[in-house]
């Protein structure tokens, strides 16, 4: 009688960490835009709970901060973007929120919604973003030297309370990735 021995794969495999593929700022006389590119994939947990109509919320975030030899970075400018993904069972569609403000069950206040009839596509409108605002000019001295922290997530923390629980420290519920780079400013006064 003859034994093979072999490795043992894992059920399911981890997704790949989220990452920040694509970055670029962009200064004129208006402000400070922002182009990025977020690449991720969602764990097999998180997208069964999608298709089981609990909505995800990612958040965008942008911080723009003045050196300071002194102190710790001031910061000039900050930015948020709040997306919501939900599956809408009775249209086999997907519908895609965004809002600068935390969308909440009460309503959705002030968004922007978008349908999707496949998940691929709500996924690669949320890892696009394009020509975003995240400061003003005005806000910014000429002489100054400046930086963009970007931050992108999943919001664990506004899912239904029981998957609260169940997410905190699990790596299938964890989508993060950030970048940092300096702020060139093209147009000095």
Do not use: C
């Amino acid at each position: 009688m003859f034994f093979a021995f072999a490795p043992l794969a894992p059920a399911h495999a981890d997704p790949a960490p989220a990452e920040v593929s694509q970055f670029q700022l962009q200064s004129d006389a208006d402000g400070v835009y922002l182009t990025a590119s977020v690449r991720f994939q969602l764990s097999a947990i998180v997208e069964d709970a999608l298709r089981k109509g609990i909505p995800m919320f990612f958040v965008a975030e942008a911080d723009v901060l003045r050196d300071r030899w002194y102190w710790y970075d001031k910061r000039v400018a900050s930015v948020a973007r709040h997306m919501r993904l939900a599956y809408q069972p009775l249209t086999r569609g997907w519908r895609l929120n965004v809002s600068p403000d935390v969308i909440s069950d009460v309503g959705l206040g002030l968004t922007l919604n978008q349908n999707f009839d496949s998940l691929a596509d709500a996924l690669a409108a949320i890892q696009r973003i394009s020509h975003w605002k995240i400061a003003n000019t005005a806000d910014l001295e000429p002489d100054g030297r400046y930086s963009v922290e970007f931050r992108f997530r999943l919001d664990v923390s506004q899912l239904p309370r029981p998957f609260q629980i169940g997410a905190v420290g699990e790596s299938d519920w964890t989508i993060s990735a950030s970048r940092q780079q300096r702020l060139v400013l093209e147009n000095k006064r």
